[in-house]
Nanobody, 121 residues
Framework: QVQLVESGGGLVQAGGSLRLSCAAS????????MGWYRQAPGKQRELVAR???????NYADSVKGRFTVSRDNAKNTVSLQMNSLKSEDTAVYYCNANAATFTRPSYMDYWGKGTLVTVSS
């Protein structure tokens, strides 16, 4: 199985920046896509950004030009640099990894427990 540990959440004023990080660990042999999702109160969890092992990334329309996702394959980490934050970015942010393990060789989704980002206006 894969364990994901997130860090970097907190309180920031609108227009400010924040950087989230996530580290994957466990007995696995391959991680394809890693990404970030968020869930605001009363809303469904939605994709924020994701990146493949080859470095291809995509973003939700609402964060394009403001957020940047990156990863370090050697360290099995993924980060999300969030700039020009808006109040509507307030949510719990979850790290996601699509990975194959020796026990379960088919690719499956694994999730972190989430980190809260609060943007004050």
């Amino acid at each position: 199985q894969v364990q994901l540990v997130e860090s970097g959440g907190g309180l920031v004023q609108a227009g400010g920046s924040l950087r989230l990080s996530c580290a994957a660990s466990g007995i696995f042999f391959s991680i394809n896509t890693m990404g970030w999702y968020r869930q605001a109160p009363g809303k469904q969890r939605e994709l924020v950004a994701r990146i493949t092992s080859g470095g291809s990334s995509n973003y939700a329309d609402s964060v394009k030009g403001r957020f940047t996702v990156s990863r370090d394959n050697a360290k099995n980490t993924v980060s999300l640099q969030m700039n020009s934050l808006k109040s509507e970015d307030t949510a719990v942010y979850y790290c996601n990894a699509n990975a194959a393990t020796f026990t379960r060789p088919s690719y499956m989704d694994y999730w972190g427990k989430g980190t809260l980002v609060t943007v004050s206006s």
